[in-house]
């Protein structure tokens, strides 16, 4: 049982260290493209990114390109916080002694990103409608609801895991 | 915490000292040292009992209550 969590584990951190890097890629081409689309050529709004399409939208107002482009490499740069966080947790962690302070304080972290990651999100959508609402058309899904939810559940997982923390002290102190 | 340890006072008069209790109740240094600092959150009846054996006395001459302030 106890290997078996041990691969698990490894095998996660393999994969945030994949997602980390995939996601930094991500931000960076995004920012790279978004740039190119307002300094060298604007046909590259046509296809920012995987085919994210904002050219009605740079035709609308350059305001709002700009506002919803800076929004979307935030989000990602968020993502890849979130996931910069989960590699320092495995940093951290000691297998034969996993309740430590500092990963409390990181899970808890995480889910104050998240939250923020959350509120920006919905922010965007609200926003995002409003643009379609004046005739832009553009498909972004911000997903801020299902950021907000993540960040509940990592909150709570952060609490019990802060009391799993005093509780492993507190033993630790008994004579 | 209310709850004060005694504990370097009855080895003073036992004249006993942290290393020679430590081999008497089977506890390593720095746990006689957390429990003589009063840093302890707990401890346990077999450790009381063994620290009442060697020093010969109660565990009220240990464990003493102090209203908090």
């Known amino acids: 049982m106890k290997t078996n969590t041990l691969q698990i584990l490894r095998i996660v951190k393999v994969l945030s260290w994949i997602v980390f890097i ?24 046509a296809d920012l990114y995987q085919n994210l399409d904002l050219s009605d939208l740079y035709k609308f107002g350059i305001g709002h390109y700009i506002v919803i482009g800076s929004l979307i490499i935030l989000l990602t740069i968020l993502k890849a916080v979130i ?22 304080m990181l899970t808890r972290i995480i889910s104050y990103v998240a939250f923020a990651a959350g509120l920006l999100a919905m922010a965007a959508n609200g926003y995002t409608e409003w643009l379609i609402g004046q005739g832009v058309s553009m498909q972004k899904d911000w997903a801020g609801t299902e950021w907000l939810f993540l960040a509940g559940i990592i909150f709570i997982v952060a ?17 | 915490m209310p709850i004060v340890v005694n504990l370097d006072v009855m080895m003073a008069k036992r004249k006993m000292s942290l290393n020679e209790l430590s081999s008497k109740v ?21 450790t009381l009992e063994a620290i009442c054996k060697a020093l010969h006395c109660q565990p009220g001459d240990i464990l003493e209550y102090q209203e908090a302030k």
């Open chain 2, 26 to 46: 089977d506890l390593t240094l720095s746990n006689l040292s957390i429990l003589k600092t009063g840093k302890a959150k707990a401890i346990r009846f077999s």
């Open chain 1, 22 to 45: 995939g996601l930094c890629i991500t931000a960076g081409a995004v920012a790279v493209s978004f740039a190119v689309s307002l300094f060298v050529n604007t046909a590259a709004a």
């Open chain 1, 159 to 175: 609490i019990i895991f802060t009391r799993g923390v005093e509780l492993q002290s507190e033993n630790e102190l008994t004579i």
């Open chain 1, 83 to 104: 996931f910069y966080l989960v590699i320092r947790i495995f940093k951290n962690l000691n297998i034969n002694k996993p309740f430590s302070f500092e990963i409390a």
